[in-house]
C-alpha cells in the first residue's frame, strides 16, 4: 500500500497523529474489505480556498467542502476490486481533505480532530470504491460500513 501525503501550501502544518490516522484509515479500509493486492492513494491536504476552488474546476460547484475523492475507476459492485485487469500497483484515486474544515467540524461535533480525519478519510476511500450516498439506501449502506469501520479501528 502507498500512500502519497501532499500539501498545497507548504506553510500548511499537518500534526503528526492527523498524518498518522489517514494512514491507519486508509490502511483500515483496505484490510476491511480483504483487498491483498498493491495500491495506490493520494491524499492532499489544503485549506478552504483551495479546496473550493478543486471543487469548482472539477465539479462545477463553486463552494467550500470538507472533503473531496476522486476514484479511478467505477465499480459494477462496490468494494469489489479485480487486480486481473491491471499490474503493478493500482492507483486507487485521490483524496482532498480540508484542513480548516477538519478542525472546525471536530469542534462542532464534539469530537477530537483526529477523529474527524479518520473519518473523513473512511468516507472518501468509501468513494474510492465505488461507494455513494446519492439516494438514501445507499446513503444507509454507505453511513453503515463507515461506522463499523471506524469502530474496528478505534477511532
Not at 29 to 42: Q, T
Not at 64 to 70: I, M, N, P
Not at 89 to 96: A, H, T, W
Not at 115 to 120: M, S, V
Request: hydrophobic content about 40%; proline content about 3%; aromatic content about 8%.
Amino acid at each position: 500500500m502507498k500512500v502519497i501525503i501532499e500539501k498545497t501550501n507548504e506553510s500548511l502544518e499537518i500534526p503528526k497523529d492527523i498524518d498518522d490516522v489517514i494512514e491507519k484509515a486508509i490502511n483500515g479500509v483496505i484490510k476491511h474489505f480483504c483487498i491483498d493486492f498493491d495500491l495506490e492513494v493520494s491524499v492532499l491536504f489544503t485549506g478552504p480556498e483551495g479546496i473550493k476552488k478543486i471543487n469548482k474546476d472539477f465539479r462545477n460547484i463553486d463552494s467550500e467542502t470538507d472533503v473531496l475523492s476522486f476514484p479511478q475507476f467505477e465499480f459494477e459492485t462496490p468494494g469489489v476490486l479485480n487486480q486481473h485487469v491491471f499490474k503493478g500497483v493500482l492507483p486507487l484515486g485521490d483524496i482532498v481533505l480540508n484542513l480548516e474544515k477538519i478542525y472546525s467540524q471536530a469542534e462542532e461535533y464534539g469530537h477530537s480532530q483526529v477523529h474527524e480525519a479518520g473519518y473523513l478519510t473512511i468516507h472518501s476511500m468509501l468513494h474510492l470504491l465505488g461507494y455513494d450516498h446519492i439516494s438514501q439506501d445507499d446513503k444507509k449502506i454507505m453511513r453503515d460500513k463507515e461506522k463499523i469501520i471506524v469502530s474496528e479501528l478505534g477511532i
